[in-house]
């Protein structure tokens, strides 16, 4: 338990400095990139892209092990089709993001930067999912 | 027009993906942050999470050694508050109904080609231009 602690430790590290030296954390940057109609900022393309080599990469290397190096077993989500709170969330989240230019990551991140936005942006956040946890992502338990 | 430098997004792009691939292969999870944030805040079915936890954590020293040692990052915000609130709330609120944000949809999920992933991404992707161009207008073009 210690190594997977460790191992998610050491992975922060490199996601963390990955949106800085990116410049993912500016949300000015994300926002030009979102602008597509405007004077478009193409740069974060670059982001997506060199981000799926590396991980493209692992799941192959996955596919052929029976279990990851620390744990006993895989806890990937199976196959499913899309629903309506899948198109219906990640349409919320994208409202979200374009409004600002943060996502989860870089708001986080940019904690470090020690602007109050991102505070306000996490606490809200926050916020947010504790509002989720208490309405519709209520656990089978407390919904008798 | 800006002045577009590709190496800098590649190189912070390939330490993301590197980062969800090595996440993947040595705990056997995906590194989304919204559910490794939510999963750190106790408010999964799994409750508390070390490695969430400790993933964020990761996260800020690494922002934080990156900003010291490799680029200092120049950060413009310019939404107002109620701005920050409402789009933090929907953030947190739509992450998880949708089950992921840019990094477990965005990079794990394509990485893996699952088909609600892409559906999720493409989703995402469009509102949020969607609602970049509409507050181009609302805020009268400027840029």
């Known amino acids: ?144 | 027009m800006n002045d577009v430098n590709f190496l800098w997004p590649l190189a912070g792009g390939l330490l993301i993906g590197l980062s969800a691939g090595l996440y993947l292969l040595s705990t056997g999870r995906i590194a989304g942050i919204s559910g490794l944030a939510a999963s750190a805040a106790g408010l999964t079915d799994g409750g508390f999470s070390k490695l969430g936890f400790g993933f964020l954590a990761g996260i800020l020293g690494g922002a934080a050694v990156a900003s010291a040692l490799i680029r200092q990052p120049d950060i413009t915000v310019t939404s107002s508050i109620p701005l920050l609130v409402i789009a933090g709330l929907l953030v947190g609120f739509g992450t998880r109904l949708g089950s992921g944000c840019t990094s477990g949809h965005g990079i794990c999920g394509m990485a893996r080609l699952s088909l609600r992933s892409v559906f999720a991404t493409l989703t995402f992707m469009t509102v949020a231009a969607l609602t970049v161009f509409i507050m181009r207008l609302v805020s009268g073009g400027a840029v």
């Open chain 1, 1 to 144: 338990m210690l190594a997977r602690t460790l191992a998610a430790i050491a992975c922060g590290i490199l996601f963390g400095a990955g949106l800085v030296i990116s410049d993912m954390i500016n949300p000015a940057r994300v926002l030009a990139f979102l602008d597509v109609a405007g004077n478009w900022d193409p740069s974060l393309a670059f982001v997506m892209g060199g981000a799926l080599i590396p991980s493209s990469l692992a799941y192959l290397i996955r596919n052929r092990r029976r279990a990851p190096l620390l744990d006993d077993r895989f806890h990937v989500p199976a196959p499913g089709r899309p629903d309506g709170r899948l198109v219906v969330g990640a349409a919320l989240f994208g409202i979200g993001w374009g409004l600002v230019g943060l996502c989860p990551g870089p708001a986080i991140a940019a904690l470090t930067t020690g602007r109050w936005e991102a505070g306000l942006f996490v606490a809200a956040m926050l916020a947010g999912m504790i509002v989720y946890r208490l309405t519709l992502g209520r656990p089978a338990w407390a919904t008798r």
